[in-house]
């Protein structure tokens, strides 16, 4: 069980740092140095057709936005300040939306403008081995024909979107706004995978709680409480950003569409009632950790004093028969060293008889 070589918060606090000084609406990334190439790939489709391209260049991308049809433009990373800026001037993002887009610690919300609708939302990823959640921000700008997603990493939820929309499904038959509400739900319900890791690990660890009192329980029950505290704090906001989404009155979200966004909402109650069970969950197991160790303490306590009482009458009748007084009666008795062998026998036995008899051992 390892420690966590970063917390969160102190990643939110260093990343944040790094645009002291800078002017409102300056893109700039602020996220963990990353050398691979951003990488773009297109989904352009309606009804009857489908064109699907991976490795697309900026300047096909951009034009690709303004084909007939749906298109989703998603772009594997955000590191390139200027890839952000080209896709937005093309879209007409506003200068604080491409500053968010680049800055990956943002709290989820959504934002809207006139021709466009702006929502963050946080990807989770959980690592077993570090006790480590991953949080990747993924920005979605929703538009009158268009779709445009940026990620951090190129791992990502979305291949069940992908697939249903080479499979022809009904999603191939709506506008823009039906797969930008079936990307937030793909997004939603990869937190119960990241969920269900961290409750095999928990019950793991409070398994490995009860049958040993080892640090290294410890360490790995206050990172999973630190991870689920960082969880709730993240996964909070998702509940009003699709709450607002239900709200709206904007006309890029169409009727038919909000039953879809309510699902969505309380499957992200759904997911915050879990972060909420599981910080229960290891609360309880600490606190059972905690008194298994206080359990063993005392049994450890109670051998040394059932010892330790043994031994005092014992001590008190051989320091007595060790003051070589001159006139001791006993001192010149042929019997009275094995006489004071007896007694203290005979009181050693008396008394593990009597704590046995009130069941003290």
Request: glycine letters at 6%; hydrophobic letters at 45%; one cysteine or more.
């Amino acid at each position: 069980m390892q420690r966590l070589s970063i917390s969160p918060l102190r990643r939110l606090l260093r990343q944040s740092a790094a645009k002291r000084g800078l002017r409102p609406g300056e893109v700039v990334f602020t996220g963990d140095p990353r050398d691979n190439p951003v990488r773009i790939s297109t989904f352009v489709y309606d009804e009857s057709s489908l064109q699907e391209a991976e490795n697309v260049g900026l300047n096909e991308a951009c034009d690709l936005l303004h084909t007939p049809g749906v298109t989703w433009l998603n772009v594997d990373g955000v590191h390139d300040p200027s890839i952000i800026e080209s896709i937005g001037e093309t879209i007409g993002l506003h200068r604080l939306v491409q500053e968010d887009i680049a800055h990956t610690t943002q709290r989820a919300k959504v934002e809207e403008f006139d021709g466009y609708i702006y929502a963050v939302v946080p990807m989770l990823r959980f690592d077993a081995e570090a006790y480590e959640t991953h949080i990747e921000q993924v920005s979605l700008v929703l538009g009158d024909t268009w779709v445009v997603s940026f990620l951090e990493d190129p791992e990502d939820v979305f291949d069940p979107v992908r697939l249903r929309l080479r499979q022809g499904a009904p999603l191939r038959k709506a506008q823009s706004d039906r797969l930008f509400a079936a990307l937030l739900d793909v997004i939603v319900d990869g937190y119960f995978v990241t969920f269900e890791a961290i409750g095999d690990l928990a019950a793991e660890v409070e398994e490995h709680a009860i049958e040993h009192s080892s640090a290294d329980v410890q360490v790995g029950l206050n990172a999973l409480r630190r991870e689920l505290i960082t969880l709730r704090r993240v996964i909070w906001p998702v509940r009003e950003v699709l709450a607002q989404l239900q709200r709206t009155e904007h006309p890029l979200i169409h009727t038919d569409t909000r039953p879809y966004l309510r699902d969505t909402y309380d499957h992200a109650v759904q997911a915050l009632d879990i972060v909420e069970s599981l910080r229960d969950l290891m609360a309880g197991v600490l606190d059972l950790y905690m008194t298994m160790l206080s359990n063993r303490m005392n049994e450890v306590m109670k051998v040394l004093t059932v010892v330790s009482t043994v031994f005092i009458p014992i001590t008190f009748i051989s320091s007595v028969y060790g003051m070589n007084f001159a006139y001791m009666p006993e001192l010149h008795w042929r019997y009275g060293y094995p006489m004071a062998l007896g007694a203290m026998a005979f009181v050693a036995v008396g008394l593990l008889l009597y704590f046995k008899h009130k069941h003290w051992t």
